[in-house]
DNA sequence: GCCAACGTTGGC
DNA sequence: GCCAACGTTGGC
């Protein structure tokens, strides 16, 4: 089981969204390398998702069903189906948090601030953890 | 809303 | 294949 981030913009699609549709197909990735990060992505992995306007920050938790597929209608495009599992009641842990720690900055989120879907090590796992989540 | 950083496109 | 111009993302 592994663990993933996945941005959005929560203007165009937010957690409250995935609230409502409970499964949603994650679409629209085009980037090479953050395609191969959905390409990646197994049944049963756990995806945080992370809002990239307003307080950046993870604001919930979806897991990945079915299994990911090129998209027909654009070539460049990979789908993947995430499930919803939990909406944090306050974002959980924000960017600055992230930053303030010190620990992360080999962090694609932190080093690569445009990348949009990041596969997550266990060491960034392990530490929200220790900040409450459970995973 | 601004703009820096970065990704993509297209002309050569 | 290089790189200038352009477009987009995301943090602030």
Redesign the pocket.
Known sequence: MNYFLA???PDTYGIDDLVKEKITTWS?V?????VNVLKSMKRGDTVLI?????Q?AIVGLASVVGSSRPDPKDS?SWLVDFKFIKKFKEPFI???DI?ASKKFDNLA?I??????TIELPAAFINWLKQKGLSL
Do not use: I, V
């Open positions: 941005k959005t913009d629209g085009r980037n090479p390398q953050a992370y809002h990239s306007q307003g950046s460049k924000t960017l600055a930053k989120l080093k690569q601030g445009r990348l949009s």
